[in-house]
């Protein structure tokens, strides 16, 4: 069973930096497209950003476009969420979310994704 688990969040002010990590078991990480999504309090989950198989492809919100960086370590078993500038309305629960198809490259919508992590807290001050 794929299992996946998120880790740095916490509390930040605002124009503060936070790193997120999500370690995936399982021996067939590469073979995955991980992305992040957030629930920010009182809305819908939404997409993050994502990145391909072998790391080359990824793809943003407009929201995050230039302030978010998605990373990972294929022989770590890792995706990173590198976040700076943090604004108040990236308070949101995080999660870390792994496909397992071959398509699409960059996947961005929920649907897509086969398995997830439990989510972890980041909470921006003002």
């Known amino acids: 069973q794929v299992q996946l688990v998120e880790s740095g969040g916490g509390l930040v002010q605002a124009g503060g930096s936070l790193g997120l990590s999500c370690v995936v078991s399982?021996?067939?990480?590469?073979?995955?497209?991980m992305g992040w999504f957030r629930r920010a309090p009182g809305k819908e989950r939404e997409f993050v950003a994502t990145i391909s198989r072998n790391g080359v492809n990824t793809y943003y919100a407009n929201s995050v476009k230039g302030r978010f960086t998605i990373s990972r370590d294929n022989a770590k078993n890792t995706v990173y969420l590198q976040m700076n500038s943090l604004k108040p309305e990236d308070t949101a629960v995080y999660y870390c979310?792994?496909?397992?198809?071959?398509?699409?490259?960059?996947?961005?919508?929920?649907?897509?994704?086969?398995?997830w992590g439990q989510g972890i807290q980041v909470l921006v001050s003002s």
């Open positions: 979310a792994a496909d397992r198809t071959v398509s699409p490259l960059v996947p961005s919508r929920e649907v897509e994704y086969d398995y």
């Open positions: 399982g021996r067939t990480f590469s073979a995955y497209a």
